[in-house]
């Protein structure tokens, strides 16, 4: 086995990991709030991936600008998925949830077929050309770029969350939901910020990977389930576990690509859930209940 | 009903002298998705255990059978048994790990996920099983292959499918082992305190499902002639097979059929008619567009609804699927021997004089020590009281003495069986029942059948536990409101069913916890007399209770609980004095300033 | 006195079980006020809907003679009642500084502080372990939290449920001296308790909760004289 190849491969693996791991964040900050988990993530993603493609090609906004438009439009749908809808179900069993869930991620992800068809598509940045050498491996600029500005956009949210008094109040929610409204905190209020919020994050990583990775409708299904992936590694509703859980998916299966065959990289991620929901359901940074 | 149903399969088995290829095409796939929902049903229904990775049973299946008659010439029509029993292996492991492993809701359905994405990309990886392109069945027409030139032998092979699947479900359903999985579905905990082996019926409900999913695999290959991991491995195949059932009514005999009828035709439609026109996902918005109006408006399906409104409408009764038809107490019901359940367990012969025995149990949690180093003994057929002032740790120790929690240390013997290490189900049915402090009734059962579900613990024939059950509810004094339904009963009411469940699974000792908190004392006296009945006929006692009149009155000896230590035991008489137990009710200044 | 708060046949209940019906009662400005009954009477149930947690079914609830009932929780606090509920609540992965901050939403940072001041005061406890996780503490200092929480929020009324659940009887007695001053510097309160002869030491007066209804309500002095509290509560 080629040294230089592993090193690259965990290198990619490391620079991409940056997506998932805002991707995650965004699933577990949603998830810890108010224990839904949020099915349509992937399809959320993709259409903040469609929407960059649509800011690029007919307005010329580079993804690495438009990003911030694409996270503010899908605060608003995350907003409009909670309100419209979690809401009436936030008191209901999982099972159902889940399955309001699986319909809003069926509708997305096929709003989007209808919009855009079923070919690939990418976005161009003049930033996708460009790379740097360092040593041996090679650094993919957009990549780089990516993943600075993804682990920006996750060290923000966390200064919000612990040094503001609205992310406090959020926090407090996941924490204890009744201890919450006890203390006169706008439950409904906070349940749809946060779900805004969570949407926001794969706006934003859907924007930063369109020029980086191919995608049509479908992708949207593969990172839902790469998301649900990350949060169970890294622990349902933490952070750090998101975080870390991302770059840890990411270089595996990174790894797996260089180590197996690129078809195979998902078996990977795969495997490392099983094991974990096995031995370890509350994840690598999941608080442990008893 | 009946006729209904003959009139309905009379119409089906004539249908395809009339209708044209198209048409029996669309009635092939009603039926097979209707027989992949009644599969799914019976574990993603009955059980109430999601899986959303059943397309991996259809893949197993599907490529079994094609491999077996692709490489060795086997008969698809054995292949598909043999494609089924491997799906049946790969279900009873996937269930094994959820179910031992305690997965739920989310965590369960990533785990059936998972499995199906890695047999996807497995197969896609294996060269020999035709790599990502899959698998191509020449055709031959050749009946033995599974190969039909006639189109409308397919219907007939689909309807039979489901069919069978709807009498393997009709099947479960009126016996133990269907009303056991509802009784898991509504509420797993109550279930086990009840003598039901959930792990035992959650696996036997996921084998059986994954079977009859592995042989739809089969008929799915051998009718389109081609096999492509990503199609008969993905999530869209699941999410076929789930969207049926869930919209037609999970858990019930026709939803699973009622909502193919609906969807199949909706989606073959739109994929016709928007599908040309370059609108791919059409039906798959409007499928998406229907689980959400199912969850927001019709939480329980089209099916339960349906049954409701012709009811209702009085020109097709239609009985529920738990509900035999006719009013029960007209029927001669299987040997109604009442006071039978009076006689049994005071007819057994005391063992020997201490009925049980725990020395030293101890449970901490986290920084608390909910129970430390206790010692306790019920005596054949004694009523024991064990009070102690809130958190002091009663309810621990009957998690303990019941199977719900394992002690750091101790022991417990009961008939001279040791108790530490065996699961709820199993206390059960060696004798020991116990009732929950928050009364958890399966909610949307009766009274009789709540009731029904711990006879069965002891009577494994469905009619005679629920004349059993019927014994059982006058006694405790539900006789009037024994076909309503559990979830609506006032809280007096919830307290005796949760009583006369145990009391149905014939025990040798009941703990009742906290059977009378919340009661007011017109309410209390009829229970007082009740739990006295209750132990005149021979059954021991040993009660949790915060009413002091209650548990002085019944109890022959009481144990004083503090902090999860014994502090006092005694007669109710000398309890009463015990200066330790008013400090420990009252606060040590209140003993001082002991009233005049 | 003026009523400050004032209930007219309050109805509540979960889903199809009224817990509480026909239930009306008062608290006057700067009382301590006993609500005492069983397990499962309606008391917490009575809690809960003055605080709106749980939706008032009919009757009506005054507060400084507006009406309560139909507003939401986070309202009700900003009128000026806090709620330090039955198993506290808290919020156990923050620090106890959160916790009480969090109390303290409303005010502004100024008058943040002097409330934090206030409860430090109180609970001294409280000041050593500021930036401990709240999970992490005794069963004791967690009650003080509950309690310093509800104080931060600068209530007119303080609703107390249970504060002596699960305490050692040391515990017991210093958390209830601690509400004797509270209530002696002019806090109004009204307290839910099993621990009938704490509660009724701490009280002005008292209404007794049985099945959801109230059966009898008097002075300290007289609920103590009566012999269905002496019997049915005080194990006399």
């Known amino acids: ?290 | 009903m009946r006729w209904a149903g003959v009139a309905a399969l009379a119409v089906l088995l004539t249908l395809p002298a009339v209708l044209n290829s198209y048409a029996v095409t669309i009635f092939i796939l009603i039926f097979f998705y209707g027989f992949l929902g009644q599969a799914w049903n019976i574990v993603g229904g009955y059980a109430g255990q999601l899986s959303a990775g059943h397309a991996a049973f259809v893949g197993v299946g599907g490529y079994t059978a094609a491999m077996l008659s692709i490489e060795a010439g086997l008969m698809p029509w054995v292949g598909m048994f043999v494609g089924a029993a491997l799906a049946a292996l790969l279900g009873a492991i996937i269930g094994y790990l959820g179910f031992r492993f305690g997965l739920r809701g989310f965590y369960f359905v990533l785990l059936t996920v998972a499995f199906a994405e890695i047999c996807r990309i497995a197969v896609s990886n294996i060269d020999a099983l035709g790599g990502p392109l899959g698998l191509y069945i020449t055709f031959t027409g050749d009946p033995r292959q599974f190969q039909f030139r006639d189109g409308r032998v397919y219907y007939y092979i689909a309807l039979a499918l489901m069919l069978s699947a709807t009498a393997t479900a009709w099947a479960i359903e009126r016996r133990r082992f269907g009303i056991y999985l509802a009784a898991i579905r509504e509420d797993e905990a109550a279930a086990e305190a009840l003598g039901v082996n959930a792990l035992k019926y959650k696996m036997l409900a996921m084998v059986v499902s994954s079977f009859l999913t592995g042989l739809g695999g089969t008929f799915y290959a051998f009718y389109l002639f081609s096999l492509q991991p990503n199609t008969l491995f993905g999530i869209p195949l699941s999410v076929e097979i789930i969207i049926r059932p869930i919209v037609g009514g999970a858990g019930t005999l026709l939803g699973p059929i009622l909502g193919s009828f609906i969807l199949t035709p909706l989606a073959e439609l739109s994929r016709l008619y928007l599908g040309q026109g370059g609108l791919h996902g059409a039906h798959l918005i409007a499928y998406g567009v229907l689980l959400i109006g199912v969850v927001l408006f019709l939480p329980e399906g089209a099916y339960p609804r349906l049954r409701r409104v012709l009811q209702r409408s009085r020109l097709a009764p239609v009985s529920g699927p738990s509900h035999p038809k006719g009013c029960p107490q007209e029927r001669s019901r299987v040997a109604p021997v009442s006071g039978h359940l009076r006689s049994e367990p005071g007819s057994r012969p005391p063992l020997q004089k201490t009925l049980l025995v725990a020395r030293g149990l101890s449970k901490r949690f986290g920084g608390l020590q909910a129970v430390a180093g206790l010692d306790l003994a019920v005596e054949h057929g004694e009523m024991l009281g064990l009070i102690g002032p809130n958190g002091a740790g009663k309810t621990t120790v009957f998690n303990l003495l019941s199977g719900f929690l394992t002690p750091d240390a101790g022991e417990v013997s009961f008939r001279d069986r040791a108790l530490v290490g065996l699961p709820p189900h199993a206390i059960c049915r060696l004798g020991l029942a116990r009732t929950f402090q928050l009364v958890r009734p399966f909610p949307r059962m009766s009274v009789l059948e709540n009731v029904r579900v711990g006879a069965l613990a002891r009577h494994p024939q469905a009619l005679e536990a629920r004349a059993r059950a019927r014994d059982v509810v006058e006694r405790v004094g539900l006789g009037a409101r024994a076909h309503v339904t559990a979830g609506t009963l006032t809280l007096a009411e919830r307290k005796r069913l949760e009583l006369g469940r145990a009391l149905a699974t014939e025990p040798t000792l009941l703990l009742l916890d906290e059977v009378m908190a919340g009661l007011n004392p017109t309410e209390i006296e009829p229970i007082i007399r009740l739990i006295r009945g209750i132990h005149a006929s021979g059954v021991s006692i040993l009660l949790i209770e915060h009413n002091m009149r209650a548990v002085m009155a019944l109890s022959q000896r009481i144990v004083v609980l503090s902090f999860g230590e014994k502090i006092a035991e005694g007669t109710p008489a000398d309890i009463a004095n015990h200066p330790k137990v008013v400090e420990a009710y009252l606060g040590d200044e209140y003993v001082r300033a002991a009233p005049a | 006195m003026s009523a400050l708060l004032r209930l007219d046949g309050l109805e509540a209940g979960y889903g199809d079980l009224t817990a509480v019906s026909g239930v009306s009662l008062e608290v006057r400005r700067g009382e301590a006020v006993a609500l005492i009954g069983a397990n499962g009477a309606g008391k917490t149930t009575t809690l809960r809907a003055i605080s709106g947690l749980l939706p008032v079914r009919a009757g009506r609830i005054e507060f400084e003679g507006a009406r309560l009932d139909g507003l939401g929780p986070a309202q009700i606090v900003a009128r000026g009642i806090a709620h330090v509920p039955e198993g506290r609540q808290l919020f156990p992965t923050m620090t106890v500084r959160d916790n009480l901050e969090l109390g303290g939403r409303a005010a502004d940072r100024r008058h943040r502080d002097d409330a934090l001041e206030l409860v430090f005061a109180l609970f001294p406890r409280l000041h050593e372990r500021e930036r401990q996780l709240a999970g992490t503490l005794s069963g004791g200092e967690q009650q003080m939290c509950a309690i310093g929480r509800g104080l931060m929020a600068r209530p007119r009324l303080l609703l107390l449920d249970e504060p002596s659940l699960g305490l050692a009887p040391v515990t017991v007695k210093l958390i209830f001296d601690t509400l004797q001053r509270v209530n002696g510097d002019g806090m109004t309160m009204m307290l839910v308790e099993q621990n009938v002869p704490r509660a009724l030491q701490l009280s002005h007066r008292g209404y007794v909760l049985e099945n959801g209804r109230i059966v009898l309500e008097g002075t300290r002095e007289s609920l103590r004289a009566s012999p269905h509290v002496k019997q049915a509560y005080l194990g006399l």
């Open chain 1, 1 to 290: 086995m080629d040294l230089t190849l592993v090193l690259q491969g965990l290198l990619s693996g490391l620079l991409f990991g940056g997506v998932y791991s805002l991707m995650a964040v965004g699933l577990t900050l949603i998830f810890g709030v108010m224990r839904v988990v949020n099915f349509a993530h992937g399809d959320m993603m993709v259409w903040g991936m469609y929407l960059s493609y649509l800011l690029a090609t007919r307005a010329g906004i580079d993804p690495y600008l438009s990003f911030v438009v694409c996270a503010a439009a899908l605060f608003a749908l995350g907003l409009l998925v909670q309100h419209g809808l979690v809401d009436r179900v936030i008191d209901a069993p999982h099972e159902m949830q889940i399955l309001l869930m699986l319909g809003v991620a069926l509708v997305l992800e096929n709003l989007a077929l209808v919009a855009f068809g079923p070919e690939p598509t990418r976005v161009r940045s003049p930033l996708g050309a460009a790379t740097l050498w360092l040593g041996p491996v090679f650094v993919d600029i957009a990549r780089l770029v990516t993943f600075v500005v993804a682990v920006l956009l996750t060290a923000a949210l966390s200064l919000f969350l612990y040094r503001t008094d609205l992310g406090r109040t959020i926090r407090a929610a996941a924490d204890n939901t009744y201890g919450a409204l006890v203390v006169g905190i706008d439950v409904r209020r906070v349940y749809a910020v946060a779900f805004g919020v969570g949407a926001a994050c794969v706006g934003a990583a859907g924007a930063l990977v369109s020029s980086i990775l191919p995608f049509q409708p479908p992708t949207g299904l593969s990172l839902s389930v790469t998301s649900f992936n990350i949060v169970i590694i890294g622990g349902m509703g933490s952070l750090l576990g998101a975080l870390i859980g991302g770059l840890l998916v990411s270089v595996a299966e990174s790894l797996g690509a260089v180590f197996l065959k690129p078809s195979l990289k998902e078996l990977v991620s795969f495997s490392l859930l099983i094991v974990i929901l096995l031995f370890r359901p509350a994840g690598l940074f999941g608080k442990r209940t008893s």
